[in-house]
């Protein structure tokens, strides 16, 4: 009897529970070893609204992508890893196209997702299935000022927040869109309650200023015992930015926090305001591309 045998090749699927040794192994290799993804694993695989799916190769997982729901009709493509040590076989195409395949059938609105300006893999897999370069963000960062500020207040109702927000002539400015922690997104009433009561990776809290002048979000982020206050929304006029975000740097310096940071849109109207309240550029090397895709059938 004759035998025949096929080589192995790439097999994209959702992802099992045994697929996060294999992850965490080739992430070592990723990011100097620091890469978050293997953290946010589990939390990610019990996701009921997304997918979680990996390539696999010889019986392992060698690559992973993860497609999460940010509010109605708003989806985020996130944890897109290949191991090192398997290229050439295409995985990034493979497992990007599986995961975009996904969401064509069970999702709608936008899809988008950010990367390096220099991963230009990234950029043409994503161009060949269908998305469109929209925005450069780029991060940056102050230093919190020692002095007293009593012009915030808590937000209490998220409707009219995030009416205020989107209405806002900052968010306007970068059409609609904020930066909720590495996922770019507007800032609607479902986005806001996300991120405020733990539903996404990342707990905002959210603030008015000066009696509803403006309004800003942020979370806190610890890294090496240092405290970073990391904002989100910044939402009022483009006048009224620079003293918005100072008094931020002061409500920093009152919660003993170490520096303030955000990832922002590379705009002039936006980084004119930054700098004049004293903002520096982080990313010296490249900004992050804002690619999307708009589904084809349901709006």
């Not at 405290?227 to 100072?246: E, N």
């Not at 003993?256 to 520096?280: C, G, H, T």
Request: hydrophobic content about 40%; overall charge negative; glycine content about 6%.
């Amino acid at each position: 009897m004759n035998q025949t045998f096929s080589s192995p090749r790439v097999v994209c699927r959702p992802a099992l529970a045994r697929d996060h040794a294999d992850v965490t192994e080739f992430c070592k290799g990723i990011w100097d070893g620091d890469d978050y993804v293997p953290e946010v694993w589990m939390e990610w695989f019990n996701d009921p609204d997304g997918l979680l799916a990996v390539a696999e190769y010889k019986g392992h997982a060698i690559g992973c992508s993860k497609i999460s729901l940010l509010s109605k009709g708003q989806w985020w493509l996130e944890g897109f890893r290949v191991d090192p040590q398997h290229q050439g076989l295409k995985v990034g195409s493979h497992i990007h196209n599986y995961v975009v395949d996904w969401w064509l059938e069970h999702g709608d609105g936008t899809l988008r997702l950010m990367t390096d300006a220099g991963n230009l893999a990234v950029h043409h897999v994503s161009t060949r299935a269908g998305f469109i370069k929209t925005h450069e963000v780029c991060a940056y960062r102050a230093t919190p000022i020692a002095e007293p500020t009593d012009n915030f207040s808590p937000v209490t109702d998220t409707p009219e927040a995030a009416t205020f927000a989107l209405e806002s002539e900052s968010i306007k400015t970068t059409d609609g869109l904020i930066d909720f922690g590495w996922r770019i997104c507007k800032p609607d009433e479902q986005a806001i309650e996300n991120h405020s009561n733990g539903k996404a990776d990342f707990v905002h809290t959210f603030h008015w200023w000066k009696n509803k002048q403006g309004m800003f979000g942020a979370r806190e982020n610890i890294e090496e015992d240092r405290r970073t206050l990391i904002i989100s929304v910044v939402a009022c006029t483009l006048k009224d930015m620079p003293a918005l975000l100072r008094d931020v740097r002061r409500l920093a310096a009152q919660e003993k926090f170490d520096s303030v940071f955000q990832i922002a849109f590379d705009l002039p109207q936006i980084i004119s305001q930054l700098e004049a309240a004293d903002f520096e550029k982080r990313w010296k090397r490249s900004n992050a591309f804002v690619f999307e895709r708009e589904h084809p059938g349901r709006a």
